[in-house]
């Protein structure tokens, strides 16, 4: 049995990687899509052989409701439609698996939550990174303090934003700039890693002024995010400069670890440095690679399968939300921001 998905949006990410992605998988199959291009859902469902009467649009998509073969969608819009199309699916009795990030706020994210317990839906975010093994393993590393307390983290998550006009440079489509786009890779990884929830915040934003691309939305932020068990991780992310996606995890005794790229959709690098008998001790660990897109998208189908909480819950979603939010108000008062206490989160972890 695999679990059917309905996919909704039709634009790089479908097409480039969650469909070609769906090949590698052994449990989740694509078997509607939701389109507001006839004609382009017309050519995409043949060519992945999806049922054309399983086609649907943004007006018509809460029939998926009479749809059996359709148990869960994959939301895969511009952030601002994800609440929308997520509260739509669960009063149509479907599972949902939202991309990130989650909404354009922590008030939204909770009504996607909300609406998705009402209906007795699970609701799982995409956070990739998660179901990666070699994120996998600085996790482990991380928690297991393989090389000692990983005190410090450091983590880039840059790369050159496309011309003015798309989507993503529009405030009210993305909720933000690069913070909650790829600085969310960034802080969503720090709490991955550490399996801690930041009690205090420090941020500074920077857009080139006169930067036609930047008159909405915010090209540069730095962020310090400080951890109960003492842990800091000093973050980067910037739509301003050309890609590089990494980050390392340097511990107290004798050792540090990282991925260079960490948050690309393939060809991620681990690598360590251990002191063994007075030298420096280089490790590359590897799998080989595997389709991030396929493990987290199965994931979910198994969750769904075996009435499991998915790994990333609306609740993950939500918590970053609120560490975004307390982001944006640190770099607008020039002050460190206080976060709630949470621990609830690691039941999920
Ligand atoms: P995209 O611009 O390539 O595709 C967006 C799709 O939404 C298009 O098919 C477009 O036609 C449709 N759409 C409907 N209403 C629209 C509107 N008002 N304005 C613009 N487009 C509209 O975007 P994408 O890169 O596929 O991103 C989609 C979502 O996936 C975003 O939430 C993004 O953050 C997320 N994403 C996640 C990853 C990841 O690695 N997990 C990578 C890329 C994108």
Redesign the pocket.
């Known amino acids: 049995k695999r679990i059917g998905y309905a996919l909704v ?6 097409l480039q990687q969650l469909l070609p992605g769906f090949a590698e998988c052994n449990y989740s199959k694509p078997v509607a899509l939701v ?3 006839a004609a382009k859902a017309k050519k995409v469902a043949a060519q992945y052989g999806i049922d054309p009467k399983n086609i649907y649009n943004y007006q018509n998509y809460d029939e998926i409701r009479n749809n059996p073969e359709i148990d869960a969608v994959y939301i ?4 601002s ?2 609440k929308e199309f997520t509260i739509r699916a669960a009063k149509a009795g479907k599972h949902v698996l939202c ?3 989650m909404a354009n706020s922590s008030a939204e994210a909770q009504e996607m939550i909300d609406a998705c317990k009402k209906a007795g839906k699970k609701l799982m975010i ?1 956070y ?1 990174i998660q179901y990666e093994p070699h994120n996998r393993l600085a996790m482990k590393w991380t928690r297991e303090k393989r090389f000692g307390k990983v005190k410090l983290i450091d983590s880039v998550n840059v790369q050159n934003s496309g011309p003015y006009g798309q ?1 993503r440079l529009n405030k009210k ?1 993305a909720g933000g700039g690069s913070l909650p ?1 790829i600085g969310l890779y960034c802080s969503n990884t720090n709490r991955f890693l550490t399996g801690e929830e930041p009690h205090t915040v420090l941020a500074s934003i920077f857009s080139t002024p006169g930067d036609e691309r930047f008159k909405e939305v915010e090209e540069t932020v730095m962020f310090q995010l400080f951890f109960p068990s003492g842990t800091v991780a000093n973050n980067v992310c910037s739509y301003g400069v050309h890609d590089a996606k990494h980050y390392r995890c340097y511990a107290d005794n004798g050792g540090w670890f990282g991925l260079d790229p960490a948050f690309s959709y393939e060809g991620l690098k681990m690598e360590a440095s251990q002191v063994q008998d007075g030298m420096e001790v280089k490790m590359e660990p590897s799998n080989g690679g595997s389709n991030q897109f396929a493990l987290e998208i199965d994931h979910f189908s198994t969750c769904i399968m075996d009435d499991k909480v998915p790994f990333t819950p609306g609740e993950e979603g939500l918590q970053d939300h609120k560490v975004l939010e307390a982001i944006y108000e640190s770099a607008k008062t020039g002050k460190p921001v206080k976060l709630e206490r949470i621990d609830k989160l690691d039941a999920f972890r």
């Open positions: 949006g039709l634009g790089n990410l479908t389109s507001g291009d895969v819009l511009p952030n439609m994800h991309e990130k990030p995409a990739r989507w489509l786009d």
